[in-house]
């Protein structure tokens, strides 16, 4: 079979495949999560998929470095590396979606459990989207074709997603005069400046994952503790990591005065910040105890933009469960506009509107709930108001609206 770029050039082809593969290799651990007792064959064969997938992600890291070190034009010995991945990526897919609907047919544990098949019916249609993907690509255009490829990508074998020591994160304070909120953001004065003087600018590529501001376990039964410590730990530091190179890249371009590779890393600048941004607002708008109705100046706000709390939150409860594959329900104030509006964020980035300054975020990527409410978003939704810290929300919302741009 003859496999095609279509109108997405090589760079872009590889970006997709290594999340593709990322999120191949989570599921295998969500299967295992969700299925304790599931037989030592069919446990050791996730973990064996684990491996394979971190090495095809890992493969795709080192020609996308390739890429990037070469330039423009692409070797035909690259062209052909980039194929031979790209032909292995879609095979492996084909064949775990095979062994997932054997699982289904053979496992106890999995037959005997509907939501458990339901999770396992959501990963081979993720898979299989992903697979669909590439397909719709060759509409467009169509690269040489190869001999088939002689071996498999290669790359370093994943380590083990196993629990880190069951330590607590705690608020952390600067040692400084100036009196810092729950929430680490500092006191924001009204001259619209989220931070003090005594904060001083991130340098490029200095990001840093910001601790989160209660114990792991402090949002249970609502969210879990082994799902915040995964989510902060792992996703959110991968973002992090992702951001500081971006940005370290994009210097080196302006020193050189090269911006062949712009692109790329422009675009891995906008998904990593997004993702770090976003989860930054997201752990502090969530508290112990939380949740209930609006109170203060955000809850006349939303009165006004919305007509009632209950209609405010149907409509952003409704966005989250709609958002297409992993992404945001985001809470906005407009300076343009002068009012709240509800978006819908796909990825971090995707669908993003601008000139907007979010107030209240929501997670709805699969690692956010799929350990406790396996496929179910609309129960992690729900569950999720209980948590809301709207003491944090009015701190963003006293700031933000002192912003207003001229309406149009």
């Given at each position: 079979m003859l496999y095609v770029?279509?109108?997405?050039?090589?760079?872009?082809?590889?970006?997709?495949?290594?999340?593709?593969?990322?999120?191949?290799?989570?599921?295998?651990?969500?299967?295992?999560?969700?299925?304790?007792?599931?037989?030592?064959?069919?446990?050791?064969?996730?973990?064996?998929?684990?491996?394979?997938?971190?090495?095809?992600?890992?493969?795709?890291?080192?020609?996308?470095?390739?890429v990037i070190r070469l330039g423009a034009p692409i070797s035909p010995l690259l062209s052909a590396q980039i194929h031979e991945l790209l032909y292995f990526s879609i095979r492996q897919s084909n064949e775990f979606v095979s062994q997932l609907f054997a699982i289904m047919e053979q496992s106890q544990p999995v037959k005997s459990n509907p939501v458990v098949k339901t999770v396992v019916m959501h990963i081979i249609r993720e898979s299989e989207y992903f697979i669909g993907v590439l397909h719709a690509a060759s509409a467009a255009g169509s690269m040489n074709e190869y001999e088939r490829p002689r071996e498999t990508a290669a790359?370093?074998?994943?380590?083990?997603?196993?629990?880190?020591?069951?330590?607590?994160?705690?608020?952390?304070?600067?040692?400084?005069?100036?009196?810092?909120?729950?929430?680490?953001?500092?006191?924001?004065?009204?001259?619209?400046?989220?931070?003090?003087?005594?904060?001083?600018?991130?340098?490029?590529g200095g990001h840093q994952l910001p601790s989160l501001p209660y114990a792991y376990n402090a949002l249970e039964p609502h969210i879990d503790a082994e799902t915040m410590r995964l989510h902060h730990d792992k996703h959110h530091k991968s973002y992090?990591?992702?951001?500081?190179?971006?940005?370290?890249?994009?210097?080196?371009?302006?020193?050189s005065g090269d911006f062949a590779l712009v692109k790329h890393w422009e675009r891995e600048a906008a998904f990593n910040g997004a993702g770090h941004y976003l989860h930054t607002i997201f752990w502090n708008v969530m508290k112990p105890g939380g949740g209930g109705p609006a109170s203060g100046a955000i809850a006349a706000e939303i009165k006004k933009s919305f007509g009632s709390f209950e209609a405010f939150k149907k409509h952003y409860?409704?966005?989250?469960?709609?958002?297409?594959?992993?992404?945001?329900?985001?809470?906005?104030?407009?300076?343009?506009?002068?009012?709240?509006?509800?978006?819908?964020?796909?990825?971090?980035?995707?669908?993003?509107?601008?000139?907007?300054?979010?107030?209240?975020?929501?997670?709805?990527?699969?690692?956010?709930?799929?350990?406790?409410?396996?496929?179910?978003?609309?129960?992690?939704?729900?569950?999720?108001?209980?948590?809301?810290?709207?003491?944090?929300?009015?701190?963003?919302?006293?700031?933000?609206?002192?912003l207003r741009w001229l309406p149009y």
């Open positions: 770029y279509g109108g997405l050039m090589p760079l872009r082809i590889l970006e997709e495949i290594r999340f593709w593969k990322t999120q191949e290799k989570e599921h295998t651990l969500v299967i295992r999560e969700l299925v304790p007792t599931l037989e030592p064959q069919f446990a050791l064969l996730m973990q064996q998929w684990e491996s394979v997938f971190a090495q095809t992600e890992a493969a795709s890291g080192q020609l996308i470095e390739a790359g370093e074998n994943a380590p083990e997603l196993t629990p880190e020591a069951d330590e607590k994160a705690y608020i952390h304070r600067l040692s400084s005069d100036e009196e810092l909120t729950a929430t680490q953001e500092g006191t924001w004065s009204s001259d619209i400046r989220p931070t003090t003087p005594a904060l001083k600018p991130v340098p490029i992090v990591d992702g951001l500081n190179k971006a940005e370290t890249m994009l210097a080196k371009a302006r020193e409860s409704a966005a989250a469960d709609k958002v297409e594959g992993g992404g945001w329900a985001i809470l906005v104030w407009s300076p343009r506009s002068h009012r709240l509006e509800i978006l819908q964020a796909e990825k971090h980035q995707n669908l993003s509107q601008w000139d907007v300054i979010p107030l209240l975020v929501l997670d709805v990527w699969e690692h956010a709930y799929y350990l406790k409410y396996k496929n179910e978003r609309s129960k992690y939704i729900e569950a999720w108001w209980n948590t809301v810290n709207w003491d944090h929300v009015n701190e963003r919302f006293s700031a933000a609206r002192m």
